[in-house]
């Protein structure tokens, strides 16, 4: 945490960034970083959903958009995970429209063997191959977000 944290203040030291939290999985990521970064910033929440139990269903569904106005803004992006790409893509032509001034994306997990993006995710914390985690904010069927650290669930038997 503290790297990532480090990696915020510096590029944006002489900045006041909007960080952007992607409910529900981030917000306890989010909650570290803000507390640990050393830099002025403005944080808001979009929450979008693509997950039923331990699968994705192909498509995001949103049910809170921005609230603060990020035109000419710089602005991070924070996620919990990066999987198949399908939600980062979204939401980066998503925030594209709002006309920022540029964009950051902070993931604390990717499974950089899953997807193929044509733009960067700037900061990552811990690569995975394909394990289902919860914990730290990560669940499955919103349970086990409380779980201090991050586990890998198993799928059940049959």
Do not use: W
Not at 44 to 57: A, R
Request: aromatic share 10%.
């Amino acid at each position: 945490m503290s790297e990532i944290s480090l990696e915020i203040s510096e590029k944006f030291h002489d900045t006041n960034p909007v960080i952007v939290s992607i409910l529900n999985g981030a917000f306890v990521f989010t909650a570290d970083i803000i507390r640990a970064i050393d830099i002025d910033c403005e944080v808001d929440f979009i929450k979008i959903s693509s997950y039923k139990g331990m699968n994705s269903t192909g498509a995001i569904k949103m049910s809170k958009d921005l609230s603060i106005d990020i035109k000419n803004r710089r602005v991070i992006i924070v996620e919990d995970i990066i999987d198949s790409g399908l939600s980062i893509k979204y939401l980066y032509e998503h925030i594209i429209k709002y006309k920022p001034k540029d964009i950051t994306i902070v993931s604390l997990l990717a499974k950089t063997n899953n997807y193929k993006l044509n733009f960067n995710i700037d900061i990552i914390g811990f690569e995975l191959s394909s394990e289902f985690v919860v914990g730290y904010g990560l669940d499955f069927n919103q349970r086990f977000r409380n779980l201090k650290s991050i586990f890998k669930l198993h799928p059940p038997s049959r």
